[in-house]
């Protein structure tokens, strides 16, 4: 099992470029979240989705939009990058109260 | 906002020493978990602590709780160099098992 794997792992974008970040689980969770990580930060939750076809608003969601049609699959998308979205980006599942995280995407904004 | 804040920041030790570390959070919580991050990697979940509980151990690793300080502890006996990493406390105590990072404490223990 792959577990929590994410898409693509570095990325460098130019102000107004516009991404998708995949997440995907072979875990058959239900709930998943993405988070960003800035150094000193700590994580921060942007939204998370409690099921196929939901999504929620977590912390710091201004800027990014979700997508959640399959269940396996959690998608993260950046309309209009901007140099303050320069970042680490995790998704994590969630059974019960113990998250699995994936390895991360490293997001440059130039 | 960040509820948990982890103490100290940075810790560096010997190994073979105990490294002890601190959280305290804001409000009140189901459970309070302890994740490990080695460099470029993601999180590792390592412990769970219920809130009606006041201690639990998982091999080398001992928690405490403090529900009336709003304060956890995280402990790791006779340390190896492989326990580098950072270390983080997360308070979860809101619907749909959000949980809430503090910024982490990171170790390093020197062979």
């Known amino acids: 099992n792959a577990g929590v794997t994410q898409t693509p792992k570095f990325r460098v974008l130019k102000t107004g470029q516009s991404m998708t970040l995949l997440c995907a689980q072979d875990?058959?969770?239900?709930?998943m979240y993405w988070y960003r990580q800035d150094p000193g930060m700590g994580l921060r939750l942007i939204h998370y989705s409690v099921g196929e076809g939901t999504t929620a608003k977590g912390e710091v969601p201004d800027g990014y939009n979700v997508s959640r049609l399959k269940k396996q699959n959690f998608l993260l998308g950046l309309e209009s990058a901007a140099p303050s979205q320069t970042s680490v980006y995790f998704c994590?599942?969630?059974?019960?109260?113990?998250?699995?995280f994936g390895p991360g995407t490293r997001l440059t904004v130039t | 906002s960040q509820q948990g804040e982890e103490d100290p920041q940075a810790l560096s030790i010997q190994e073979g020493e105990n490294a002890t570390m601190n959280c305290s959070y804001k409000t009140s919580i189901n459970n309070l978990q302890w994740y490990r991050q080695n460099s470029g990697r993601g999180l590792v979940h390592l412990i769970l602590i219920r809130s009606n509980e006041r201690e639990k151990h998982s091999g080398r690793l001992r928690v405490t709780l403090d529900t009336s300080k709003k304060s956890s502890s995280l402990l790791i006996t006779a340390s190896r160099a492989a326990d580098t990493a950072s270390y983080f406390c997360?308070?979860?105590?809101?619907?749909?098992?959000?949980?809430?990072f503090g910024k982490g404490t990171l170790l390093t223990v020197n062979p």
């Open positions: 994590a599942t969630a059974q019960g109260g113990e998250q699995y």
């Open positions: 875990m058959n969770h239900e709930y």
């Open positions: 997360a308070s979860g105590g809101g619907s749909n098992y959000k949980l809430t």
